[in-house]
């Protein structure tokens, strides 16, 4: 845990033996869900600073976590090939998504809730039901595994990142790709989606931080002014990129939209 104002590490949480791939805050930021290369899942208390929980559903590396919108929830996702859905107070997992043919590399949680999205090595991308466990929508379109994903402020959308360099988005009600963005030189480890639904941010391993146009193309769809129509699935070359901020040796590894609408990266700085 590191003071935001600082810098300086607050509070060490020890407990996995192996390398911690994913975090994710519980929605009233009293509990931390952290994930690793030893399998397993842990709870943490942010009041009392100790692990409540460990979650060992999992037999091999677990790359991903995600809290629920709505708490008490959360998702994982690893080297398994599957998903697991957890509630925080049992250690035993309440849904496994299975489907995938290789990795599941990475889980978010529809702002509703009642849905998850998953994306794997496989190169495509799933959104399951929650509530019964079923696969409602297969995506395949990239190239190579498909290493982040984001959900649209208002849900219709979901975007998706991967190896291929390039960054997919995708209507979940027509089931088609509604917009490809291409420009980065190498992974896409990270997209966010601004509050407001405007823009869409991209940071990966080429050292640099892209934002896209997202309400140009949701307007270029609803009035059809690139010629695609709904439910067919025509890209348009059409440039959406709005600014391109490179750092110096730093790949981007993860973002967060701040409330006042503050883009916050974070990635390894490397002086070689």
């Given amino acids: 845990m590191m003071d935001d104002c600082t810098g300086v590490e607050s509070k060490p949480l020890y407990g996995h033996s192996g390398t911690v791939y994913s975090l994710s805050f519980s929605p009233c930021r009293t509990l931390l869900i952290s994930s690793s290369e030893d399998g397993s899942v842990r709870l943490w208390s942010l009041l009392t600073w100790t692990n409540l929980m460990v979650y060992k559903g999992h037999i091999w590396p677990v790359w991903g976590v995600k809290f629920s919108p709505h708490g008490h929830y959360f998702a994982s996702c690893g080297q398994d090939r599957v998903a697991r859905i957890w509630v925080t107070d049992h250690h035993q997992p309440l849904r496994i998504f299975a489907g995938h043919l290789s990795d599941v590399d990475c889980v978010a949680y529809h702002h509703n809730s009642n849905y998850i999205a998953t994306g794997s090595s496989d190169r495509s991308v799933r959104v399951w039901d929650v509530l019964n466990g079923n696969c409602v929508r297969v995506f395949t379109g990239h190239k190579k595994p498909v290493m982040c994903l984001a959900w649209s402020p208002d849900g219709r959308y979901l ?70 129509q709904r439910g067919h699935a025509t890209i348009s070359d059409k440039n959406y990129l709005l600014s391109d901020y490179p750092t110096k040796s730093t790949p981007i590894l993860h973002f967060h939209f701040t409330r006042r609408n503050l883009l916050l990266a974070v990635g390894v700085f490397s002086n070689s």
Wanted: charged share 20%; with cysteine.
């Fill in 159 to 228: 975007a998706s990142g991967g190896q291929d360099n390039m960054v997919l988005v995708w209507d979940i009600s027509s089931k088609v790709m509604i917009g490809q963005f291409k420009g980065h030189t190498a992974t896409v480890h990270t997209l966010a989606f601004s509050r407001d639904g405007e823009v869409l941010a991209s940071g990966g391993l080429d050292n640099c931080v892209k934002i896209w146009d997202f309400q140009q193309v949701v307007w270029d769809i609803d009035t059809d002014d690139i010629g695609m």
